[in-house]
């Protein structure tokens, strides 16, 4: 019998991120002065899935199952997380997050800069909750994390105005700017469990592949996916342009007229939306860059199996992780 | 013989500055993307007189002598002091800071913003450094501090649209936005120099105490400083109706007539500078707002005195902190 077959009680999904609902729901942010407050609130309150947190409570769960213990720090990624989305608003000058004006839009951009600055001291204050044994190590990675998160929007924003991405930098910019949250998020949860070294270190790799999945989907689905199922307009990536992995792949895999027919539709101004999609959709079909994208997922679904291979807890536990990457990779299809 | 009057090497203040300069030069910002810290080495080149720095290891030296054992995190002080002079200059529409242009100038403000972001960082992984038993304490306190310092720069851009600003108000944001970071900078170095908790929030008050004269007299000397010696040119204030102190002050004392006078020249828009200068600094004088700074000043280095006195180390050590007291009360003269 391994060592860590003891019984611990294995809670839902579901029941996990109704834990996190309600402790965000107890933080009411009513500290003066409200002005600064508010716009956290607001976009917070606007709550998507809340994953991040919900997958450190599953990694500590993996280990233990007295979740309150990390609850307030897992709230603490979530609300770091807002901060970047409060920040990269502003540079993007973004007027929808979540189908909802931004807070730049509906306060203005100093209000979103300050509170994001607020957001990210509040996200350390509930970092700096964890016990003692694990506040160096932690604080140690969160800053890590976050430095990385900084530099890959620095990078996303400078490939906005190259033409001359290559895939490599493109996959290490989503890994900075969106995986290591994933993985950072994984890892603090088995790490404030008291899982060894190794083994978080494994769940980090796990959640990064998972992050890099994600985002390869996001740039899949924008051409591939059923508006109706993916809840956001296809094509909105290749109408401005915006270099996806789907993008990059184009530009190096189709051939020279493609190529040139592809570089045309990137510098068109007055054009047809519903023309191009359809135009530069046929190019990656030509292309190959539909099997390209899709062989990337799988690699990163390989990737993420043999993480979680690497995890010495009862494989029971781990069910609900393969599930998740089963459901990423039914997903692109 | 006090418990505490072992002999220690007392650094003189130029000593402990060289330190951190030497410190600040060993720091490179080589990491990649360049673009992201470039924007940091700009504004940390930038010297200054390391003021924050510099009383974190004159408040260490007070009790130790070892002291590259705090070099790390005052610079991390230091660093977090230029990240909210990075954001305050873009929500500021700055254009000139110490006599160079801005990064939101140099640069544009997405670069300010987000070299912000990491200079922030940066500034916590210097913090983390600190030595185990105060780790948890220090980054409590700092926490606390730069949630502070936001609240008081939200407050600072509010006052700017407001006109019924009271005394207490004011006293209270250049206590959030400017106080806290002089007192938490020498609190930290007395609290990881190992001092009991009542010393290190008696060198937290005597801080505050002293950054509240700080700002009161910056206040004052834009009125009635020197410009030679100021360094920067007198009416500054006045003519962008900044509401200092001063102006506070006459909007409380002064008489009926001399309220309308100061009122109308705030609203007025095409006006000779130098005129508004002097009929402004005519109804400060008028009502008694000169002797009304300096008595607030006074009042705060009393205050300053009497924190002094509740720390219990031989009083040759406390001699630094009293001749600060002196050169700033003299500042005023």
């Keep these: 019998m391994n060592k860590r077959s003891y019984l611990i009680f294995m809670y839902t999904i579901d029941e996990l991120r109704n834990c996190i609902k309600a402790e965000l729901d107890r933080q009411a942010y009513v500290e003066e002065p409200h002005s600064l407050f508010e716009p956290i609130k607001y976009i917070m309150a606007d709550g998507g899935k809340r994953l991040r947190p919900v997958l450190a409570l599953m990694a500590y769960n993996l280990y233990r199952d007295d979740i309150e213990k990390v609850l307030k720090s897992a709230i603490g990624i979530e609300i770091f997380h807002n901060y970047t989305l409060l920040h990269d608003d502003v540079m993007d000058n973004a ?166 027919l592809l570089r045309d539709w990137m510098e068109r101004v007055n054009f047809d939306p519903n023309e191009k999609i359809r135009a530069v959709t046929d190019i990656y079909n030509r292309s190959g860059v539909r099997e390209a994208v899709q062989a990337e997922i799988d690699y990163y679904v390989g990737k993420s199996r043999e993480a979680l291979d690497r995890i010495d807890v009862p494989e029971e536990r781990k069910e609900r992780f393969r599930e998740i990457i089963d459901a990423m990779g039914a997903r692109k299809k």
Excluded at 116 to 128: H, L, P, S, V
Excluded at 217 to 222: A, K
């Design 95 to 260: 007027e929808l997050r979540r189908g909802r004006p931004t807070v730049q839009k509906k306060w203005n951009s100093n209000v979103a800069i300050l509170s994001g600055d607020a957001a990210a001291i509040t996200a350390y204050k509930y970092i700096e909750t964890v016990e003692d044994p694990y506040l160096r190590q932690v604080i140690n990675y969160f800053n890590k994390m976050a430095m990385d998160i900084c530099k890959g929007q620095q990078y996303d924003m400078e490939f906005e105005t190259r033409d001359d991405v290559t895939e490599a930098e493109y996959i290490h910019m989503i890994f900075l700017k969106t995986a290591v949250l994933i993985g950072g998020s994984i890892r603090h949860g088995a790490l404030i469990a008291g899982a060894p070294q190794h083994e978080h270190d494994a769940l980090y790799d796990f959640g990064c592949h998972l992050g890099l999945m994600f985002q390869l989907q996001d740039d899949y689905l924008d051409v591939y996916g059923d508006t109706a199922e993916f809840g956001k307009k296809i094509g909105g990536d290749i109408l401005c342009n915006k270099k996806t992995y789907l993008l990059i792949k184009a530009l190096e895999l189709a051939s020279a007229e493609d190529k040139a």
